[in-house]
């Protein structure tokens, strides 16, 4: 979290204000410490969480907030297939997407899909594929990775159909079809294989598909390791910026100019009305403190260690360490937080080193930048002089070469003149030179 807040920060005045997920996870200004909780759970496993800080609701840019807010989206989706089946309908699970490239920008990309599929579901012909397939509404939700061919924005999306599974499969199609013409009446390009429908199996299923677009396995994952078989994710690049892969922050920053504020798997009024549920919409709130108390309060962190933990990326682990404690009392609490500290001050010094070593390391190569410009203007200073020597019939007397060289030298100040030596060898490289008398 503190490595994505850093990127976003870049290019920000001292005292301009970030994007709110800058803030996510630190206490309040007038909050003195924040509440460490922990819950069992029926399963018996148990799990830590903390009160008293900002959350940003951010399900593009949060590693923290997203797996809340595809969770949320999920159950949403499952709402409307489980009211789906109760209405006797049929939900229809769908992609569609665009032949893209590397030099594609991801902004482009999602203009191209967003407006396509929404041209696809306006106008007569939808409406009376509407009436053919009994859709009451269809469900969108963008995912974007990245991967050999570039940036890979798609549409996962659910139509709620009022009809039986053969109706509702042929809805599906045509909407696809209808997304193709729309792709190319814009410049696009969209093959048929690339797009996908089917019925889902079941709520949980359609839920697990359809919302996953901010849910991707943080980091390594439960597997413990990454594939970037079918791209990367959005959280597999900004790990790798933040572990210094400059093409990687290039694309994250992109993404995450691109992405935040786009809404997905929104239950409209029509589509409620039409199936019997609440309305919900996906709009971002921008974040909220977190000041609840549902759990057994274990301990509290002074704010200042909690943002030194929260800043070295150790909040993870020290929750983890408080899930993972089978007594937990004030010693073992106490315990934990000191052993969890004390391993984020030594990454506070490492971080600090590496700091300093890059500052030295950029004032060096910017030192030798300078001594490698430095030569060149030299060597065309010899050879501007040279020139005006020889413009004048020869070299002629020392005085005479001083005079040359002080009247080049002037012309560039700050860069170290020409030697009579340096002329007088520049000279002799000419096809014919003549060479100074004795003063």
């Known amino acids: 979290m503190s490595g994505i807040s850093r990127m976003l920060r870049i290019g920000l005045a001292p005292d301009e204000r970030g994007p709110s997920v800058c803030g996510c996870g630190r206490p309040g200004f007038d909050v003195d410490s924040v509440g460490i909780h922990r819950r069992t759970r029926e399963d018996g496993t148990r799990r830590a969480f903390v009160s008293g800080v900002y ?32 209405h006797d309908g049929s939900f229809v699970m769908g992609l569609v997407t665009v032949s893209h490239g590397p030099a594609d920008r991801l902004a ?4 191209l899909v967003s407006e396509s599929f929404a041209a696809a579901r306006r106008g007569a012909p939808w409406e009376r594929i509407k009436r053919r397939g009994g859709i009451a509404g269809v469900l969108v939700a963008p995912e974007v990775t990245h991967g050999g061919y570039g940036w890979h924005f798609h549409i996962h999306f ?9 109706d509702a499969r042929a809805a599906g199609e045509a909407l696809i079809e209808r997304f193709m ?37 943080l980091a390594a994952g439960s597997s413990g390791h990454k594939s970037h078989a079918a791209g990367r994710t959005p959280w597999d690049i900004a790990e790798d910026a933040i572990d210094g892969d400059m093409p990687s922050y290039g694309l994250w920053r992109e993404f995450a100019e691109a992405m935040p504020g786009t809404r997905s798997c929104v239950v409209t009024p029509r589509l409620a009305a039409a199936l019997g549920i609440d309305a919900e919409d996906d709009a ?20 200042q260690t909690w943002r030194t933990i929260l800043r070295t990326g150790l909040a993870g682990t020290f929750l983890a360490a408080v899930e ?34 890059r500052r030295r390391s950029a004032e060096e190569a910017q030192a030798a930048r300078q001594a490698t410009a430095d030569d060149r203007t030299r060597r065309h200073l010899i050879r501007q002089t040279a020139e005006r020597v020889a413009a004048r019939g020869g070299a002629g007397t020392r005085a005479a070469l001083e005079y040359a060289i002080a009247a080049t030298a002037a012309a560039v100040p700050g860069i170290v003149p020409p030697t009579v030596a340096e002329v007088v060898a520049e000279l002799a490289r000419r096809p014919v030179a003549v060479l100074p008398i004795a003063a």
Request: hydrophobic letters at 45%.
């Open 284 to 303: 971002e709130t921008g974040g909220a403190f977190d000041l609840t108390e549902e759990a057994l309060k274990v301990g509290d962190v002074p704010s």
């Open 181 to 217: 013409r729309a792709v190319e009446a814009r410049g696009g390009k969209a093959l048929r294989h690339a797009q996908g429908v089917q019925i889902a199996a079941s709520p949980e299923a359609a839920g697990e598909y359809i919302a996953k677009g901010t849910s991707w396995e």
């Open 55 to 86: 959350r940003c609701g951010s399900g593009w840019l949060c590693p923290t907030c997203a797996p809340a807010v595809a969770a949320i989206r999920q159950a949403r989706v499952q709402r409307v297939v489980e009211a789906t089946t109760e």
């Open 108 to 111: 482009d990309l999602k203009r």
């Open 158 to 166: 659910g139509m709620a159909c009022l009809a039986d599974k053969a």
């Open 324 to 357: 993972a404690a089978p007594v937990l009392d004030e010693a073992a609490f106490m315990s934990i937080l000191g052993e969890v500290f004390f391993e984020a001050i030594d990454r506070v010094r490492v971080i600090a080193e590496k700091a300093e070593a």
